[in-house]
């Protein structure tokens, strides 16, 4: 039986994606713009003509919602191959714990979309295979490529206009670093999926967020080709904390944030201050993650430490998701 496997990097929003205008095909009212995570990926196997369908993730068996995301994908990829896939076995493994406080889903339904396509026999197309990821969780269509993306919200209704391309490569701006701090590892009350929903109905301030979010994508871009890392900074803390003010505007309000988050993020302005260039996103849970450059990591973690972190993850820019050969024993 043949196996195909294909290994993807978590990412980053610096213009954060929050609200679907369709639920079920995965389609955003905004684009938005992220940065892929090295050393962090998921490796996902594909083994088509398997005696039964399973799927592992991490570990355990998928079950519920979870494995009928991945299924609808394999089933997707077998009608634009015009035959059905069959039964499949799909083994999903990230190198990185889930305390990290970064979801896994985008780095797994990217490697799982390349390595159905791959193993179903269609070409290697970025934008059909981030299309495709798309479909199992919005994010991970920017996990296809490396360096920094932008998911294009697309207008129409099929959703063919809606995935991700790149904007730069993980080369342009090898220094940047991306610290993620664990200030809590508790499961959040309100997924993301449900949160955003919830915003999407009961937030008065949500067209306010959607008109400004897509005016930030181009902005964020301009900061990122000039390397200009207080503009990026700026631009991604703002951004953040008006996800953030528009999820608390629902009602009933969602609040991600924690006492440890502000604790981390009330040090940055004094950080700055002191001529440490560090600023903060923060996604749908209590976790920042901080931006800085190369030569201020050490005392960045620190910082971050001082002020509660129980732990922090240190990323640089990723490269594509990719296949990745077939053990020979
Ligand atoms: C983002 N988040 O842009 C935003 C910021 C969370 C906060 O994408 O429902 O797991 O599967 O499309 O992709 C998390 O949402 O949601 C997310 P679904 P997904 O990274």
């Given at each position: 039986?043949?196996?195909?496997?294909?290994?993807?990097?978590?990412?980053?929003?610096?213009?954060?994606?929050?609200?679907?205008?369709?639920?079920?095909r995965?389609?955003?009212?905004?684009?938005?713009?992220?940065?892929?995570?090295?050393?962090?990926?998921?490796?996902?196997?594909?083994?088509?003509?398997?005696?039964?369908?399973?799927?592992?993730?991490?570990?355990?068996?998928?079950?519920g919602?979870?494995?009928?995301?991945?299924?609808?994908?394999?089933?997707?990829?077998?009608?634009?191959?015009?035959?059905?896939?069959?039964?499949?076995?799909?083994?999903?493994?990230?190198?990185?714990?889930?305390?990290?406080?970064?979801?896994?889903?985008?780095?797994?339904?990217?490697?799982?979309?390349?390595?159905?396509?791959?193993?179903a026999?269609?070409?290697?197309?970025?934008?059909?295979?981030?299309?495709?990821?798309?479909?199992?969780?919005?994010?991970?269509?920017?996990?296809?490529?490396?360096?920094?993306?932008?998911?294009?919200?697309?207008?129409?209704?099929?959703?063919?206009?809606?995935?991700?391309?790149?904007?730069?490569?993980?080369?342009?701006?090898?220094?940047l670093?991306?610290?993620?701090?664990?200030?809590?590892?508790?499961?959040?009350?309100?997924?993301?999926?449900?949160?955003?929903?919830?915003?999407?109905?009961?937030?008065?301030?949500?067209?306010?967020?959607?008109?400004?979010?897509?005016?930030?994508?181009?902005?964020?871009?301009?900061?990122v080709?000039k390397?200009?890392?207080?503009?990026?900074?700026?631009?991604?803390e703002?951004?953040?904390w008006?996800?953030?003010?528009?999820?608390?505007?629902?009602?009933?309000?969602?609040?991600?944030?924690?006492?440890?988050?502000?604790?981390?993020?009330?040090?940055?302005?004094?950080?700055?201050?002191?001529g440490?260039?560090?600023?903060?996103?923060?996604d749908?849970?209590?976790?920042?993650?901080?931006?800085?450059?190369?030569?201020?990591?050490?005392?960045?973690?620190?910082?971050?430490?001082?002020?509660?972190?129980s732990?922090?993850?240190?990323?640089?820019?990723?490269?594509?998701?990719?296949?990745?050969?077939?053990?020979?024993?």
């Amino acid at each position: 039986m043949k196996s195909t496997k294909a290994r993807a990097h978590p990412n980053i929003a610096l213009v954060k994606y929050w609200g679907k205008r369709d639920s079920e095909r995965i389609l955003p009212y905004q684009s938005n713009f992220s940065l892929t995570l090295a050393p962090l990926e998921v490796t996902t196997t594909v083994e088509l003509g398997a005696g039964a369908t399973s799927v592992e993730l991490n570990g355990k068996e998928a079950v519920g919602q979870e494995r009928a995301r991945v299924v609808a994908l394999v089933e997707a990829v077998g009608r634009e191959a015009g035959r059905a896939l069959g039964p499949v076995r799909v083994v999903s493994r990230g190198n990185f714990p889930m305390a990290a406080g970064l979801a896994s889903s985008a780095a797994g339904f990217a490697a799982l979309a390349r390595a159905t396509r791959a193993a179903a026999g269609l070409p290697d197309d970025v934008r059909a295979t981030s299309r495709l990821a798309r479909t199992g969780s919005g994010s991970a269509s920017r996990s296809v490529q490396g360096g920094f993306c932008t998911w294009h919200r697309g207008s129409r209704p099929d959703g063919e206009d809606s995935f991700a391309t790149q904007d730069f490569t993980e080369a342009h701006w090898p220094e940047l670093r991306l610290l993620a701090c664990v200030v809590s590892s508790l499961v959040k009350d309100v997924s993301s999926r449900d949160g955003m929903q919830s915003t999407v109905e009961t937030s008065p301030y949500y067209p306010a967020w959607v008109k400004d979010a897509e005016a930030e994508v181009p902005r964020a871009r301009e900061a990122v080709r000039k390397r200009d890392l207080a503009s990026l900074g700026a631009l991604a803390e703002r951004n953040a904390w008006r996800m953030h003010a528009t999820a608390l505007a629902a009602d009933p309000p969602l609040c991600y944030l924690r006492p440890a988050t502000l604790a981390v993020l009330l040090e940055l302005p004094r950080a700055r201050a002191k001529g440490c260039p560090v600023f903060f996103t923060l996604d749908a849970g209590p976790n920042p993650v901080l931006l800085t450059t190369l030569e201020h990591v050490a005392r960045v973690e620190a910082l971050a430490r001082e002020a509660g972190a129980s732990d922090v993850v240190r990323c640089a820019p990723g490269g594509d998701a990719c296949l990745l050969p077939e053990p020979l024993f």
